[in-house]
């Protein structure tokens, strides 16, 4: 079975520039669950979906990142416009109900 | 943000050695979950515990859900090289079943 899928797995942009990464959770999960891990910071949940509905955004950092499910198989994090202080590794992570969460392989992102 | 106090930060040992971290937290947590994160990739779960004294191994690793439910801690016997990585432990609180905190991870070394 495919795990979770994200898409780039490495993005270097300049500032002001939208960024938009990708996911594919595991099929069949109803849960699906953005994270951003920084250095400083470790990992942080931006926001999870359930059934493709958002439950909880309280983790986006401010209005520049949306996040949206248009169908069960396929997220997408958005950045508009980015900064510098966006830099960071994002995860998506899928589960089924309160299952353990599966991660995908994470996309790193740089602004420059 | 992080809820869960995760410790040591780091640990260099030598191959053979055996291993302990532990996670505590301030509030009481459903679920403990310790994960693996191995450099370029997400992290991967290792051991999942549900009930408070709860203790689970998996090969060479064992974990224990804390009876006052805000603790865990992991161990690794006979540590080898491929155990390098950053330990994580993660956990619900049980506020909110679906919200996942993340410790700030262990970085594991281990020399042959």
């Known amino acids: 079975d495919a795990g979770v899928i994200q898409s780039p797995r490495h993005e270097v942009t300049e500032m002001g520039q939208e960024v938009t990464l990708r996911c594919k959770p595991i099929?069949?999960?109803?849960?699906l669950f953005w994270y951003r891990q920084t250095m400083m910071r470790g990992l942080e949940l931006l926001i999870y979906?359930?059934?493709?509905?958002?439950?909880?955004d309280s983790g986006m950092p401010e209005d520049r990142f949306s996040a949206k499910m248009p169908n069960a198989s396929f997220s997408t994090l958005k950045i508009q416009p980015s900064e510098p202080r966006d830099s960071a590794v994002y995860f998506c992570?899928?589960?089924?109900?309160?299952?353990?969460?599966?991660f995908g392989p994470g996309t790193r992102l740089l602004v420059l | 943000g992080q809820q869960l106090n995760q410790s040591p930060q780091s640990m260099f040992i030598q191959e053979g050695e055996d291993v302990s971290m532990n996670c505590t937290s301030s509030?009481?947590?459903?679920?403990w979950l310790w994960y693996k994160q191995d450099p370029g990739e997400g992290p991967v779960l290792l051991i999942a515990?549900?009930?408070?004294?709860e203790l689970t191994s998996n090969g060479r690793l064992t974990a224990q859900f804390g009876i006052t439910r805000k603790d865990s801690f992991l161990n690794i016997s006979a540590s080898i090289p491929s155990d390098v990585g950053i330990y994580f432990c993660?956990?619900?609180?049980?506020?909110?079943?679906?919200?996942?905190?993340f410790g700030a991870g262990t970085r594991l070394t281990v020399k042959p």
């Open positions: 992570a899928s589960s089924w109900g309160q299952e353990t969460q599966y």
């Open positions: 099929s069949g999960h109803d849960y």
């Open positions: 979906f359930n059934n493709n509905v958002p439950i909880d």
């Open positions: 509030s009481i947590f459903n679920t």
């Open positions: 515990l549900y009930k408070a004294g």
């Open positions: 993660a956990g619900r609180p049980s506020y909110n079943n679906n919200d996942m905190r």
